[in-house]
């Protein structure tokens, strides 16, 4: 029976092509032959480099127990070549006694050997039989005919494998190597290395090492823990004793263990990573430069790494040295090209600038650009106390810092101050000259730094610091003489624009002092009130030339009368009512020179103290050509020098306001004036209105036939008269109107009113004058139509002075219209929001173009002939302007010549008040 199965699985190994179909086909005869409680079947993997169990009939190993090649089992299996028994623990061969427990864990009595031609293929590790029967001569032989047709099976299996092997690590080798050679980013390399890599190696712990040439440090631009990317722990300068990468680079040989915390220890590194145990690294080599390390790690700890898999490791690490050098240097040219670019940029820009402050921000940004820094300071050196003084910042807290002060030689600014040199600190921790302060009061974190002096003619005027690299790495020697050849740029730079503010501040003061004197005289010509002028005119000269007192007064016959005075107390209350007295020496030398003069208030001017303590004293005259009209008294408690440009601005200031103070004076004159005319405009009204209303009487009783019968010669007289005393009466009725509005003095009585009502009666009053010529009147006025905010009479004054325009400049049977709406207001943003909009239209001459613009003028008539012959005073548009605007709506008009003319106007409707 045996014969024949061994005849048939030899008979089913010669179709069998790969090793998992071997072992599965020898599980199987071993199960149905012998149905051990325990079968497992050990295979060496090349990969791992370890023995491990094949998978069950469900894929799963049936241990979890590997075997290394140099373990006691493999090597006593090995030199044994045939099966053993282990029934007891007692029965267990002396060299296994190392492996005792381990064994114990696979609950096996019979270990057969898968022997190869070379070396030990593996083998077959059984249980008791499930029957409880032993194991006999013929099981024994059996089970080793079979183990021998499996290991011939396994190995032919395993040369096809490794064959196939081979070809995938070449294929992957080949696209590493054209990926590598097209890929010009360095991030994509390393991402592409690491794909492949994996493919080969079982690795979920990855990293690529790079060394830092400028800076003579080393970082991981690649950390890959548990699967995970770490961006946090890239680009980090590794300090020095950490990780066994820094041995490989070093050495420039490859390195692997399966103890990675005991080869740490055994080489004198601390572990750069924690939980692994099997570690491997090779150096990444450029010709003849170790420009980095590839390593990987395993946390299994039964995991060991092959000679096999330490040379593909190395192929992978050679086809990537000189992608990652190209890269580099690609990306090297590029980040110079960029700042030379800039600089050159920057250079030109601080050429162009003046202004100190634009100049020194552009300064720090460019600074912090250049070398692609978190943030950075210019410091100032004050010239008087050699403090260092934060006069622009860049960065997250920057605000925080301006304008503080740093005592001199404070920190390591304080130190490139001092030695006028740079300063790199890639560790500032470490650092003894490190000043931490600013850090703890802002919350932001310094790890590195570059400083370096601003040097003119031998002299450091500042520093500029910058610090934290983005990309995390350390600052270089090739940055420093970046930032140096900027920082000699921008010292020159900073010294042309100071010299020039110097002067330009000089000419800046004399522009501000014309600049204000514009200012002064716009102020002093808006206004026509001589105390105002006087105010302003005080008021600037105190700001100005920095007294504590001052006054201003007009000169009479009795004294000096006070207009206007500032920083006095109880001193001038006397003066209140009464004039000031001249005849101190300082008032009365300053009449007689007619020039600014400055007194110090010694025993001589003693008297001519106002404000008590008082040392210096400035007395200007305010002249009207050669006669001063006028005085300007400033006081100050300490003793002032005469300075050349406040006394030079202090007599241009008098001069400027001379002219307001007498333009003030003149225009009071004529307010004066005309408020006499006004009054005698409105008594003259007043008393004529008695004698006209006598006339108009006596007229209309002598045509009622009171006194008898008046024939047609006397009617025609007295009609004419009656006629002109209506003019009459009309004028002085204008008259009285335009005197008590350019005085002030007209008084409206606000209160709803029906406009509808008011056109009533405006038709009644004036329907006589339209039937006498014929013409036709239109109203369209709604009956819901509000009420307005207005006053009646004068309302009805306005629609009357239309409509009798309307009447007057058409002629016979031409039509007049008067409409109303309410509406919102479209035509005077500033006025209330709904009005009534009345409109007063008519077929009459209309306007010349011409004539329009002056049609509201006081007193204007229109040159055609057709308004000339139509009696009017040229006064009742004016009014009528007047009253609609003093009650809060506007007035405008349309007009086509001989076509006729629109006049609107609108009131705001009752409601809104």
């Not at 070379?118 to 029967?133: H, K, Q, T, V």
């Not at 070809?167 to 991402?191: H, K, P, W």
């Not at 006629?723 to 109107?737: G, K, P, T, W, Y």
Request: net charge negative; aromatic share 8%; proline share 4%.
């Amino acid at each position: 029976a045996y014969r024949a199965r061994a005849q048939e699985f030899n008979r089913q190994l010669t179709r069998m092509m790969e090793s998992r179909d071997v072992v599965n086909q020898l599980r199987l005869l071993v199960k149905e032959t012998f149905s051990p409680a325990q079968l497992h079947v050990f295979l060496y993997d090349s990969l791992a480099g370890l023995y491990v169990p094949a998978a069950d009939d469900e894929g799963k190993p049936t241990t979890d127990l590997r075997f290394s090649p140099t373990s006691s089992l493999v090597e006593y299996l090995s030199s044994r070549r045939s099966t053993f028994f282990m029934r007891t623990a007692d029965s267990i061969p002396q060299k296994l006694y190392r492996e005792q427990a381990r064994l114990a864990l696979l609950k096996s009595v019979m270990f057969v050997p898968l022997v190869g031609r070379e070396s030990l293929l593996g083998w077959l590790a059984l249980g008791p039989r499930r029957s409880g029967e032993p194991y006999t001569s013929n099981d024994l032989a059996f089970l080793e005919n079979i183990s021998g047709q499996a290991s011939l099976a396994i190995e032919r299996a395993q040369v096809v494998a490794d064959l196939e092997r081979r070809v995938y690590e070449m294929d992957v080798l080949a696209r590493i190597s054209q990926g590598v050679n097209v890929t010009l980013n360095l991030d994509d390399i390393f991402e592409l290395v690491y794909a492949q890599t994996s493919r080969l190696i079982p690795a979920r712990d990855f990293w690529i090492l790079l060394a830092d040439r400028y800076a003579d440090v080393s970082y991981y631009a690649f950390y890959l823990e548990n699967d995970d990317r770490i961006s946090e722990r890239e680009n980090k300068p590794l300090p020095e004793g950490r990780g066994l990468e820094q041995v490989v680079l070093r050495t420039g040989r490859a390195l692997r263990t399966t103890d990675y915390e005991l080869e740490c220890r055994n080489q004198g590194m601390l572990p750069a990573a924690e939980g692994i145990y099997a570690w491997m690294g090779v150096p990444l080599n450029a010709g003849a430069d170790t420009i980095g390390v590839l390593s990987l790690a395993s946390r299994d700890i039964s995991m060991a790494y092959t000679d096999e898999q330490m040379r593909l490791l190395q192929s992978i690490a050679d086809q990537a040295a000189g992608a990652i050098v190209k890269s580099r240097l690609l990306e090297e040219s590029e980040q110079r090209a960029h700042q030379l670019s800039t600089l050159n940029e920057v250079s030109r820009d601080l050429g162009s600038t003046l202004e100190l402050d634009p100049l020194l921000e552009r300064v720090l940004y460019s600074a912090v650009d250049i070398l692609n820094c978190e943030a950075g300071s210019l410091f100032l050196v004050d010239e008087e106390t050699d403090e260092l003084v934060f006069e622009v910042t860049v960065g997250p807290v920057a605000d925080n810092l301006v304008g503080q002060r740093l005592p001199p030689g404070t920190g390591l600014v304080g130190k490139s101050v001092d030695t006028r040199k740079p300063v790199i600190a890639n560790d500032v921790l470490r650092s003894k000259d490190w000043f931490d302060k600013a850090d703890e009061q802002t919350g932001f974190r310094t790890e590195s730094l570059l400083v370096v002096p601003m040097i003119v003619k031998e002299d450091v005027i500042g520093v500029i610091e910058v610090i934290n690299k983005r990309n995390g790495m350390p600052f270089t020697t090739e940055d420093q003489e970046l930032l140096m050849a900027f920082a000699g740029q921008a010292a020159v730079a900073y010294e042309n624009a100071r010299l020039y503010t110097m002067t330009d501040q000089a000419l800046a003061a004399r522009v501000e002092e014309l600049s204000v004197m514009q200012r002064i005289d716009r102020e002093l010509n808006t206004s026509l009130d001589m105390r105002r002028a006087m105010r302003i005119t005080l008021n600037w000269a105190m700001r100005q030339a920095g007294f504590a007192a001052g006054l201003i007064g007009v000169l009479e016959e009795d004294g000096l009368r006070i207009m206007t005075s500032e920083g006095y107390g109880e001193e001038l209350r006397p003066y209140e009512q009464a004039y000031f007295p001249v005849e101190s020496p300082t008032l009365q030398e300053t009449i007689q020179s007619g020039q600014p003069q400055w007194f110090v208030l010694d025993d001589k001017f003693a008297p001519s103290r106002i404000l008590p303590g008082a040392r210096t004293q400035m007395v200007a005259p305010i002249r009207r050509e050669s006669t001063v009209i006028g005085l300007m008294v400033l006081e100050a408690r300490e003793e002032m020098s005469a300075e050349a440009d406040t006394a030079s601005f202090l007599a241009r200031l008098v001069d400027h306001a001379a002219i307001a103070i007498s333009n003030a004076q003149l225009y009071a004159a004529v307010e004066e004036a005309n408020r006499a005319k006004s009054d005698f405009v409105s008594m003259v009204s007043h008393e004529l209105k008695t004698p006209m209303t006598a006339i108009r009487g006596y007229t209309d009783l002598l045509l009622a036939g009171a006194v008898g019968p008046v024939n047609d010669a006397q009617t025609n007289f007295l009609n004419t008269i009656r006629f002109n005393i209506e003019r009459m009466q009309v004028l002085v009725s204008d008259l009285a109107d335009v005197a008590r509005i350019e005085a002030g003095r007209l008084r409206l009585n606000f209160a709803p009113v029906s406009i509808a009502r008011v056109v009533n009666e405006v038709v009644r009053a004036t329907q006589s004058l339209v039937d006498a010529k014929s013409q036709q009147l239109f109203i369209d006025i709604p009956e819901d139509l509000p009420d307005v905010w207005g006053d009646q009479s004068r309302l009805s004054q306005v629609i009357t002075n239309l409509v009798s325009n309307a009447n007057k400049y058409s002629p016979p049977e031409a039509s007049i219209y008067i409409t109303a709406e309410h509406t919102a207001n479209q035509w005077d943003p500033d006025g209330a929001p709904e009005v009534v909009h009345v409109a007063v239209r008519d077929t009459g001459f209309g306007i010349k173009e011409e004539d329009q613009h002056k049609i509201f003028s006081k007193f204007f008539r229109a040159e055609d002939e057709e308004i000339r012959n139509a009696p009017g005073t040229g006064l009742g548009l004016n009014i009528t302007k007047t009253l609609i605007e003093m009650q809060g709506g506007k007035i405008w008009f349309e007009s086509e010549f001989r076509k006729g003319t629109t006049f609107h106007f609108t009131v705001p409707v009752a409601e809104a008040h």
